[in-house]
């Protein structure tokens, strides 16, 4: 690994050392190692497709443990990637308040924690929902760790493209739980959040260049201008807006999904478009706007993934 020599801010800058904090603070900083705001995302894109796949209403039952097993899986895998980034978090301003930097959360405690989610999320997704789901969660949790955080993010500008196979998962997973098996359905909307990742992330990346590029991380907008990744942009959005309707021609979805297909998509064209065209432009700062499509990208996934799931209640 290619990893700089800067140590994460020691236990001491808060005047104690880990296990010596207020209980109430150590278990959040252990909730915050999960990143849980991530990981609502995840569970966005999770359950409808168990509503797609059940064609109606999934087991309740099957739903909340198939939640409980992804959070406790993605959770490991955000703590584990949280101990091996803990040098570069020391370096950003947006990752600065981390467990491990501020010292509330030590290394050892954090990588043990991240493991023991992992074996226990795979047990628990085995033994309760089925071993295909356990075997695609674990794989989901070692391509994060091993293939995007230990290989991919410090060495090449394509690193949140295949790294955000890890991403897509949920998906699989999520209707795996239901058929214990994975269809065409299931791998058209992995590729849907396969191709919304980059456009999703690139965004916040031009926002917060000067940081990664503080911390030596490669990513798109750190190697190229603003031109070039909002052009990136543009084409990851075609594709992905084109894929997000085959749904409909190979029969699992009806009218509603594609109408919201239609006219989601078509919103996120404009926004990547005009973003291109101010950066294009040689607009820079507040007003190149880049964040306004990293905010309707959170939307449009959330409005996609709802149509997925009322959509067979109207056919």
């Not at 584990?80 to 947006?94: Q, S, T």
């Not at 990742?197 to 798109?220: E, F, I, N, Q």
Request: hydrophobic share 55%.
């Amino acid at each position: 690994m290619c990893v700089t020599a800067v140590e994460s801010r020691p236990a001491g800058v808060l005047g104690t050392s880990p296990v010596h904090r207020p209980l109430g603070t150590r278990v959040m900083a252990f909730v915050a190692l999960t990143k849980p705001r991530i990981i609502e995302l995840l569970l966005i894109t999770t359950v409808p497709v168990m509503f797609l796949a059940e064609q109606g209403v999934p087991s309740l039952r099957l739903v909340l443990l198939t939640c409980l097993g992804g959070y406790l899986s993605a959770g490991g895998a955000n703590a584990l990637n949280m101990y091996i980034d803990r040098d570069i978090d020391a370096l950003m301003d947006r990752t600065s308040q981390r467990p491990l930097v501020t010292g509330m959360v030590s290394p050892r405690e954090c990588l043990a924690f991240g493991l023991s989610l992992a074996v226990l999320s795979t047990l628990f997704f085995g033994l309760l929902v089925n071993w295909l789901s356990a075997a695609l969660s674990l794989g989901a949790l070692l391509f994060y760790v091993v293939v995007y955080t230990m290989l991919l993010k410090r060495r090449t500008a394509q690193n949140i493209v295949w790294g955000g196979i890890a991403g897509c998962m949920p998906v699989l997973i999520g209707w795996s739980a239901v058929k214990n098996e994975v269809s065409w359905a299931a791998v058209i909307l992995f590729l849907v959040i396969f191709f919304w990742t980059p456009p999703h992330y690139w965004p916040l990346s031009m926002k917060v260049k000067d940081d990664y590029a503080r911390a030596g991380v490669p990513m798109l907008p750190v190697v190229a201008g603003n031109r070039a990744v909002a052009r990136q942009i543009v084409l990851y959005s075609w594709v992905m807006v084109a894929v997000s309707l085959l749904l409909t021609p190979l029969g699992y979805t009806g009218w509603f999904y594609t109408a919201v297909a239609l006219v989601a998509g078509g919103w996120w064209l404009w926004e990547a478009h005009t973003l291109h065209a101010r950066a294009k432009a040689g607009i820079t700062g507040v007003k190149l706007k880049e964040m306004r499509l990293f905010h309707w990208s959170i939307t449009y996934v959330s409005l996609l993934f709802v149509a997925v799931a009322v959509d067979p209640f109207l056919r």
